[in-house]
């Protein structure tokens, strides 16, 4: 093709693309509407404005003026009339700039789609729809989180919605209900270097509208076992036959599954499980015992402890009835030699120097004359008895032969 006819040819296409363009503002000649938006996007439970602004001939007059929502096949229902908006619409208008307003309330998901100015005048058919009108999107907030975080990771949290809120709209973050820092206005939350103390519910909301806030999302950080600790039972003293448990406890994400039991001064395990039991316990289980919990992401041994048998209850009493038999054994013997200290102590001189048999032995007035001389009709059997203990000692001269008779008097 020509230089010559390249040109013709764009400028024949320009004119036509000119004559399209100009097609509604002939059909429309004097009627103008113009919109804010062409489309709305707006948060379930909140509140939005539409404003339209319109143009009519000079030589009509509008009679009614209001909005409406899908209208198709000439079908112009006012929201004021409409069942689903019912006390939820308010119009606004400015006559003198000739703009209408819609302020919706408390919106929701049924309430998406196209919502256009009609116009109506007094004059047969010269009614204006201002179409197409803006379409309204509405949209739940969500947070989403990575699939997996591990302890020293940095998540980011991201606020998403289904549709694009507005530049100017800010958020605010909250963990377990409660709002995070002020400086915080971005969709986008960066959690640097988290622990298990950053666990907990997030969501988010735009600023100072927590009523709209998103359904709260649980981020759980994942962590190695910690605080691993072994428990007994029975807790109080252990006596050989016993059954005695040992449990491993600890704090991680994923709980632990694994479990190893080591004692002191062996190499190798002496069992696994989360519980270590040993059925008949005696002096040769004695000793320290350890237990360490492990998951995907790392394990740890606990603090070992001292797990000794008792001696048994019977063991204790036969040594006690030992110990008191040789304590009583000792006191009869102390007895016996205190009773032969006293006994020798009574022994006068003057019955060891003459012999017993000889009459300067005795004194008139003794004692023993004077029960020997009562009248023996008188004399009770007690005094009997003494007199013959009296003429038992005197017919011996060995003093050990007089011990058993002192001995069983006592008795």
Not at 254 to 259: M, R
Not at 261 to 268: G, P
């Amino acid at each position: 093709m020509s230089p010559a006819g390249y040109s013709e040819s764009r400028m024949f296409c320009l004119f036509s693309l000119v004559s399209l363009l100009l097609i509604p503002v002939i059909c429309s000649k004097g009627w103008e509407v113009n919109y804010s938006s062409t489309t709305k996007c707006a948060l379930k439970g909140s509140t939005i404005t539409l404003l339209g602004s319109y143009k009519h001939p000079n030589h009509l007059t509008v009679t009614e003026i209001f909005w409406t929502v899908n209208p198709y096949k000439g079908k112009s229902i006012n929201l004021m009339n409409h069942t689903d908006y019912i006390d939820r619409v308010q119009y606004f208008q400015n006559k003198e700039n000739r703009m209408f307003f819609l302020k919706l309330s408390n919106v929701t998901h049924t309430d998406e789609g196209m919502y256009c100015l009609r116009i109506v005048t007094g004059v047969g058919d010269q009614n204006y729809l201002g179409y197409p009108g803006p379409e309204l999107k509405v949209t739940d907030l969500r947070v989403e989180i990575p699939a997996e975080i591990i302890e020293g990771a940095s998540p980011v949290l991201f606020c998403k919605t289904t549709c694009y809120l507005s530049d100017k709209t800010n958020f605010t973050w909250y963990k377990n209900g409660k709002r995070l820092s002020d400086s915080i206005v971005s969709d986008q939350l960066l959690l640097s270097s988290v622990s298990r103390d950053d666990t907990g519910n997030y969501s988010c909301a735009p600023r100072d509208q927590k009523h709209l806030s998103s359904p709260a999302v649980t981020l759980s950080v994942r962590y190695p076992p910690k605080s691993v600790s072994v428990s007994i039972s029975p807790s109080g003293e252990i006596v050989e036959g016993d059954s005695v448990t040992l449990s491993c406890s600890s704090d991680s994400n994923p709980p632990a599954l694994i479990f190893r039991w080591f004692k002191e001064n062996q190499s190798s395990s002496v069992g696994s499980g989360q519980s270590l039991i040993i059925s008949s316990f005696n002096s040769s289980h004695s000793g320290r015992y350890s237990c360490e919990a492990q998951n995907q992401h790392g394990s740890q041994r606990s603090d070992s402890v001292s797990v000794a048998v008792e001696e048994s209850r019977s063991s204790l009493i036969g040594v006690s009835g030992g110990i008191s038999a040789a304590v009583v054994l000792m006191a009869v013997i102390l007895m016996v030699f205190i009773g032969l200290l006293i006994r020798r102590k009574r022994a006068t001189p003057s019955e060891e120097q003459n012999p017993r048999g000889s009459a300067h032995s005795k004194t008139p007035g003794a004692p023993e004359d004077t029960y020997m001389t009562l009248d023996p009709k008188s004399r009770s059997s007690e005094y009997d008895t003494l007199d013959n203990m009296k003429r038992s000692s005197e017919n011996t001269d060995d003093p050990e032969a007089q011990d058993p008779t002192y001995y069983n008097s006592d008795k």
